[in-house]
């Protein structure tokens, strides 16, 4: 039998940096890499194709620096307001 793969969405799947990061805060993974027990995922702006960068799949999980999705300023300070 196969062993599970670990993230096995992680490629495609959109991120928000809760800091500018490279001046970009909308990521998109674009890649990923087996390490031994480790997972890189290769995350690329949304809006620049030339800002690339790699981080250690795990990262992702942490809420302090990142998002899933793609969320508004507003979403991320939790004041967004959805009455009609």
């Known amino acids: 039998m ?7 969405h992680l490629v495609g799947s959109k ?4 800091q500018k990061t490279f001046g970009w805060r909308h ?7 087996n390490l031994g027990q480790l997972v890189f995922a290769e995350l ?3 809006c620049d194709d030339s800002v690339r960068f790699w981080v250690n799949a795990k990262g ?5 620096l990142w998002q899933p ?4 300023l507003q ?3 939790g004041q967004i307001d959805l009455s009609p």
Do not use: D, H, I, M
Not at 27 to 33: E, G, L
Not at 60 to 64: D, I
Not at 69 to 72: K, L, P, S, Y
């Open 2 to 8: 196969a062993k599970k793969q670990k993230y096995p």
């Open 15 to 18: 991120w928000t940096a809760k």
């Open 27 to 33: 990521f998109v993974v674009t890649n990923r890499q």
């Open 44 to 46: 690329r702006a949304a």
């Open 60 to 64: 992702l999980k942490r809420r302090s």
């Open 69 to 72: 999705g793609w969320q508004t």
């Open 75 to 77: 979403e991320q300070q």
